[in-house]
């Protein structure tokens, strides 16, 4: 994980725990930074996917995206907090192995986290990435 910036604010540091937990590639760390009302969406509406609350959201990134993809890194290039509202904005490229095929997988990624209390979970999450790059890259996760 390298950021542009080291963070020293509560959010920050929040927002990086959360990169932590995704950088684990462990659904129960995944979870466990998670509000147990969160909700995630996925950006952009082209995808067509749903809102997920945290029972959806563990049955498609635990059973469909942690086993194809290993080894997944995330670089930050920048981070933009917003104290009153609580929100951190990360934009950041991912890459990993490709479990199914044996390729490399790479994504462009804009995340907004929501965080409530003062435990830095996150109660919502929005999750941006670059869509025209995941149809290119659909033969990572099926063979």
């Known amino acids: ?27 129960d760390n995944i979870m466990n930074i998670r509000t147990p ?14 809102a997920m609350d945290n029972e959806t959201y563990r049955a498609f990134f635990g059973g469909s995206v942690i086993p194809r993809l290993a080894n997944w890194k995330l670089n930050i290039s920048d981070i933009v907090e ?30 907004t986290f929501w965080f409530e209390g003062e435990d830095g979970k996150i109660k919502r999450m929005i999750e941006w990435l670059d869509s025209a790059k995941l149809v290119e890259q659909k033969s990572v996760f099926f063979d």
């Open 1 to 27: 994980m390298m950021a542009s910036t080291n963070s020293t604010s509560a959010l920050g540091k929040a927002a990086l725990n959360v990169v932590a937990a995704y950088e684990s590639w462990s659904i």
């Open 82 to 111: 917003d104290e009153k509202a609580k929100k951190v904005v990360l934009f950041a490229t991912a890459k990993a192995d490709a479990v199914v095929t044996g390729g490399a997988y790479e994504q462009q990624y804009v995340y």
């Open 37 to 50: 009302d969160c909700v995630t969406e996925v950006q952009p509406a082209s995808l067509a996917q749903p």
